[in-house]
């Protein structure tokens, strides 16, 4: 087995210290110094690394994303049905890694950035892009385009505004409820085009007159 240096284990802890220290923050007023503290290495370290604070942000946004990408391909693979491809999405984004109340807050912080940096809101959009495809590939085998469509922004709105409601701390959504609310939402909605399909069938279908 090949060993693994030191590099790739102090950039790896960084990014996951940077995690935790923004997440009890709460916001990215942490320091570069508190970051290296908890990752047990000098700060002079830590800029050698990742040159400052905003690129540091930068790698563990994108380390967050990269998570997610693995573990939604691998509950994809697993998947029989277009159905259980949508479980499987919504699953991946209420794991508890992904919903640890430091996740939470951190990715709240990292939303709130976006605001003013270009890299961030570019990184942020790609999550929310990648999100809806996930759903949408699925659900065009279920229903038109357009009612994917709308299916698909409005699961991945749910899930956002999960994210924001465990963010407060004081009102938190379990995991398990929050997988439940997404997948009723997804039931109902596509019970409810089946049903207008159903009804424009009947429509359509020829009266035969008796004789």
């Not at 800029?47 to 990269?66: A, N, P």
């Amino acid at each position: 087995m090949p060993k693994i240096g030191m590099e790739p284990l102090r950039r790896k802890a960084l990014v996951d210290a940077t995690l935790r220290a923004v997440g009890d923050h709460g916001s990215l007023t942490v320091s570069m110094s508190e970051i290296a503290r908890h990752a047990g290495v000098s700060p002079a370290l830590a800029h050698h690394y990742f040159g400052s604070k905003e690129q540091l942000v930068i790698e563990t946004i994108r380390s967050l994303l990269r998570t997610l990408r693995e573990d939604a391909v691998a509950g994809l693979r697993q998947a029989a049905t277009p159905r259980d491809r949508i479980s499987a999405v919504i699953r991946v984004n209420f794991q508890a890694h992904q919903f640890a109340p430091e996740t939470v807050a951190a990715w709240l912080a990292f939303y709130t950035e976006a605001q003013r940096s270009e890299e961030v809101r570019r990184l942020l959009v790609v999550y929310a892009r990648r999100l809806n495809s996930n759903l949408l590939s699925s659900l065009k085998r279920l229903c038109t385009p357009q009612e994917a469509a709308a299916i698909a922004d409005g699961a991945a709105a749910m899930i956002d505004g999960l994210y924001l409601r465990q963010g407060l701390r004081s009102a938190p959504v379990s995991i398990e409820s929050s997988i439940a609310l997404t997948e009723s939402y997804v039931d109902a909605q596509l019970a409810a085009v089946a049903g207008v399909a159903a009804a424009d069938a009947g429509k359509r279908a020829p009266v035969i007159q008796p004789r």
